[in-house]
């Protein structure tokens, strides 16, 4: 077994050179493809290779690496990574440890969230285009692709596609593919950037911070302060460092992340010396699009560097997905979310895949390819939500750190250094706005939105939750049990409820046994389902109210092993008759030799609006918008292996205070003569 598929005992993962490996693989995809892209955007802003300048290139690095150093290093390895949920990293995580601190909380994290999830969109479509593109730098499938796009549009579709498809392998198996092509794909990038770096050693005074000062100022650089959304682009990768730590391990992490960041800055350094000793080529100026992480490298190197960019592309995609699948899962947790069918397809709890959330993303980035064309069109776009997504974690983990840990000073200091930091990244960003920065805040809008309905519309429903104590009603379902005026429903009427406390149970199920239409059966059960933090728990603990047919169950199934409710139930009942708490449900019909145990009926409820109900307009919409994402969201029937089951689907009004009507008048015989033959008293047609 190897390290990443091996967890101790604190559910942390431990560290080992494979773990590491997967780490490199998994975490440091969408940082690693910024050299790609940083520095063409940065050129293309300040109007070309032509018209840059010696101090731009200087002071633009200079900007890079101080942007990597603070908001990665520092902010997410140093501080944010100690911040962790049991092992579990990313926004919702550091929100579930503070929110005890203020209601409002919750707004950041549902922003931040949003804004995470839509840049998880956005960094499949412009990586891989961009990496498709470069295609274009060699003169043979320069040849074949010529000037139309239209053929980069469907390569980069394709890839995506296999992308995404490959997704229900889980992130341990595709760690340790990409692991190895992703730590060639680093050395490659420090080993490009080095020969550049030895002829022109030079380069290294953009270490000093001083240029990334000056250059915010001088008027060399044209984009004045605006540089910054160029510039921000280098880190954002840095959240998927913090959201993918359940998913590798924080030490293995700390492990790499140095290498990773030497790799990146050396590239960097690399570039700006090229284009220091090739600034005044008119013959590159020429090229559409120039590229300089490309150009740069030798002729006989380019094709090895386009198809290694190629894998780290579509490498960076994978980093988001994963850290997508999480932000989901624990917004589900949080209930800013519908409950998902979730598959575990490996051994650790932090790798999981969500089909839902996998096909929707898939549709997402494929349409971003189609509506934006070329990468450049893609890079307006990119970084403008990943900037939200920084600036709320920010005011989390001051929190955390003023409220949790106590550091007072150190909060307010953290929070008014990287506020400003961010916050000027971020007013930089909307210079992006009208080219193609819209796309990505109205998709952060709309995952936004879901959110907000989807928790008020779950305050809405608890604010009318009402848990019975069971043992009042035992000699009610006695009575119905042995009503033989009513004829059986089921042997066995199963529910499947929230409520974790053994003797309680939620008002809306009994209402459905004893109220909407009363069910007799044998016995009735009450399943609660509990996932534990171990992989193959598999227990249940009993509650039979002093009868033979009133069951409350609570299942603690490991994260791994299937809700499949029907099949432990069934185990359940044998083990109760075997031990006498159950009387034998003997059939005289079946295919089998003998059979004590009789046949089961699941019903599971849902909520709805009456029109009686005394809610604002606004709730009302809520509600229901709430309603009609979780029918997007899928079945629970999918949840608990009960497709092949006997299901009962029912409605229950929302029971919240109904609204006061006027009674009727009640008039005598002649008065309603008197009234039959006028004109304006309408009778209405009986329903057909």
Known sequence: MSDIESQSKNGQIPIGMGAVLVAIGVVYGDIGTSPMYVMKSIISENGGLSEVSEPLILGSLSLVIWTLTLLTTVKYVL????????????????????????????????????ALLADGMLTPAVTVTTAIEGLRTIPFFQGLLGDNQNKIIVITLVII??????QRAGTSSIGKAFGPIMTIWFAFLAVAGFFRIVEMPGIIKALNPIWALRILVSP????????????????????????????????????????????????????????????NLSAL??????????????????????????????????????????????????????????????????????????????????SIVLFFRTSANMEAAYG???TLTMLMTTVLLSIYLFKEKGKKIFGIIFLAFFGLLEGSFFVSSLSKFARGGYVALFMAFVLFAIMLVWDRGTKIENSQAVYLDIRHYVDQLRM??????????????????????????????LYSILDRRPKRAKAYWFINIQVTDKPYTR?????????????????????????????????????????????????????????????????????????????SPSGRATVALKYAIRRVA?????????ENSSLIFEYVPLFIKMKTHRPLDRVGKKEIEKHTDQTDVASLDPPI
């Open 79 to 114: 501080i944010a990574m100690k911040a962790d949920n049991h092992g579990e990293g990313g926004i919702f995580a550091l929100f579930s440890l503070v929110k005890k601190y203020g209601k409002w909380l919750i707004f950041p994290a549902m922003i931040g969230g949003a």
């Open 161 to 166: 596609g296999v992308l995404f498809l490959i």
């Open 220 to 279: 060399d650089n044209k984009m004045g302060f605006m540089i910054l959304g160029s510039v921000f682009l280098a880190t954002t990768g840095a959240e998927a460092l913090y959201s993918d730590m359940g998913h590798v391990g924080k030490g293995n992490i700390y492990i790499s992340w140095p290498f990773v960041k030497i790799c990146l800055i050396v590239n960097y350094l690399g570039q700006g010396a090229w284009l220091i000793q090739n600034k």
């Open 285 to 366: 100026d020429r090229i559409k699009d120039m590229n300089p992480f490309f150009e740069m490298l030798p002729d006989s190197i380019r094709p090895v560097g386009v198809i290694l960019g190629t894998v780290a592309a579509i490498i960076a995609s994978q980093a988001l997905i994963t850290g997508s699948f999480t932000l989901v899962s624990e917004a589900s947790r949080l209930n800013l979310m519908p409950h998902m069918q979730i598959h575990y397809p490996t051994m650790i709890k932090g790798q999981i895949y969500i089909p839902l959330v996998n096909t929707i993303l898939w549709i997402a980035c494929s």
């Open 384 to 386: 403008l939500s990943i």
């Open 480 to 509: 119905l049990r042995e009503d033989d005026s009513i004829p059986y429903q089921t042997d066995n009427l199963v529910y499947v409820t929230k409520d974790s406390k053994m003797k309680e149970l939620d008002r809306d199920i």
């Open 539 to 615: 227990e249940y603990a009993v509650e039979s109210f002093g009868t033979d047919f009133i069951f409350k169950i609570q299942l603690r199934l490991g994260f791994k092993v299937g809700q499949r409710v029907n099949v432990y139930l069934r185990q359940i009942v044998e083990d109760l008759i075997a031990s006498g708490e159950l009387p034998s449900q003997e059939s005289n019909y079946s295919v089998y030799e003998s059979n004590d145990v009789g046949n089961f009926q699941f019903c599971l409820i849902r909520k709805m609006l009456v029109p009686e109900s005394d809610i």
């Open 634 to 642: 899928g079945t629970p029937a999918r949840w608990y292996g009960l």
